[in-house]
């Protein structure tokens, strides 16, 4: 059982930006990562639209014997993660956007969160504002377009440029001074964002975090691989293996790309 992989799935390519975490906490583990690139985004869609891609993702995972589901996106997570606990025994790993580490340290008590539409409308985002956020403005912004720019790999264009631009000017002008990344598309801009923000503004990723957390989890199930091979680690897209691929070799030039239908 231990060394069964971990799973990992996201709307798309976005997810890497939580297995690169993974990665360099858990070297030993073996791994199986989902890109649902064919439904990204899920940002738009209905709860129960989420729900089953999220469901069709963890069933995939679940026949491949993973022993641990990190949801490596905020959309899922925020919309789909209830259920998918309910339903199935292994642990499930859930992303959140870091409200609380920017409300608490916020001086200038303004917080910005770039995040999809799915994720700002969830239930689980109100909460952790209410608990997290009191006497903190937070000011909400949906990062429409964003993802689909990513997902047919113009990290760098002139249109991408042009919306960051857009969606960050205002939350400047209200003086935030830390900035959440709520969707895990978002890391792979964050020269960009910084070119626009500056250095006064504090970014929020929680990737660091969800690595940890996984880590105290397996440790907590005795679930952690102990043998210390070099570890078998796949990377399926249901869409188009090369913008997957392009990824990847930014990551690690071992790293494989392949296409499955799912
Ligand atoms: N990476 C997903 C997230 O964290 C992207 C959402 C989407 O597909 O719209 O929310």
């Not at 073996?30 to 209905?46: F, H, M, R, T, V």
């Not at 642990?91 to 409200?99: C, D, N, V």
């Not at 993802?147 to 264009?157: A, C, R, T």
């Amino acid at each position: 059982m231990n060394e069964n992989p971990i799973g990992i799935f996201d709307s798309g390519i976005g997810g890497l930006t939580i297995y690169r975490k993974i990665h360099q906490l858990l070297p030993y583990e073996n791994i199986i990562y989902l890109a649902d690139s064919k439904n990204a985004p899920y940002g738009d869609k209905s709860k129960k639209n989420i729900i089953d891609l999220s469901e069709k993702n963890t069933q995939f995972l679940l026949k491949r014997n993973c022993k641990i589901i990190v949801v490596a996106c905020n959309t899922a997570s925020t919309n789909a993660v209830k259920i998918l606990r309910k339903r199935h025994k292994v642990p499930i790993i859930r992303t959140q956007p870091g409200i609380k580490p920017a409300a608490l340290n916020s001086k200038t008590k303004s917080v910005g969160i770039l995040a999809t539409q799915g994720t700002l409308n969830s239930d689980l985002l109100y909460e952790t504002s209410q608990r997290f956020a009191k006497g903190v403005d937070v000011t909400h912004q949906i990062g429409e377009g964003l993802v689909k720019l990513i997902e047919s790999n113009k990290i760098y264009s002139e249109e991408m440029t042009g919306l960051l631009k857009k969606y960050i000017q205002p939350m400047l002008n209200k003086n935030i001074d830390h900035l959440v990344l709520g969707c895990t598309h978002y890391p792979f801009l964050i020269p960009q964002i910084k070119v626009i923000t500056g250095e006064k503004v504090t970014i929020i990723d929680t990737g660091e975090a969800i690595a940890r957390q996984t880590r105290n989890i397996l440790l907590q199930e005795s679930l952690l691989n102990s043998s210390k091979s070099n570890p078998k680690r796949y990377f399926y897209t249901n869409k188009d293996k090369e913008v997957l691929q392009q990824v990847l070799n930014r990551i690690d030039s071992d790293l494989i790309a392949e296409k499955l239908d799912f």
